[in-house]
């Protein structure tokens, strides 16, 4: 599996983004999604995930609320949708493949769960 991320970019407080990520091969449909972030001198971290069929999410609580994530199994695309978007969003963003097509477990949340990586997409947020 390849996975490109794009859409990333320069905002101000408040505003909004969309992120979206293709893949290409025939695992993608039946893989768990994610998307991580990382900002300068700081870890890499789980930000949201959806299951196989999008039946299923998850988010981190800093984005609760503000982060939609979405997938097209046709298009072989996944998609976060950044509203209320603040400073502290500032990162790199990664789309990820799951290891399962559920996000049951507790090892969602685990970058080492994840086995095939977009090259991110930096996302800026101006105050």
């Known amino acids: 599996v390849q996975l490109q991320a794009f859409g990333g970019g320069l905002v101000q407080a408040g505003g909004s983004l969309r992120l979206s990520c293709a893949a290409s091969g025939r695992t993608f449909s039946v893989r768990a999604m994610g998307w991580f972030r990382q900002a300068p001198g700081k870890e890499r971290e789980f930000v949201t995930g959806i299951s196989w069929n999008g039946g299923s999410t998850r988010y981190a609580d800093s984005v609760r609320g503000r982060f939609t994530i979405s997938r097209d199994n046709a298009k072989n695309t996944v998609s976060l949708q950044m509203n209320s978007l603040k400073p502290e969003d500032t990162a790199v963003y990664y789309c990820a493949t799951y290891k399962s097509s559920t996000l049951g ?20 947020v101006s105050s």
């Open 105 to 124: 477990d507790s090892y969602y949340q685990r970058s080492s769960e994840y086995d095939y990586w977009g090259q991110g997409t930096l996302v800026t």
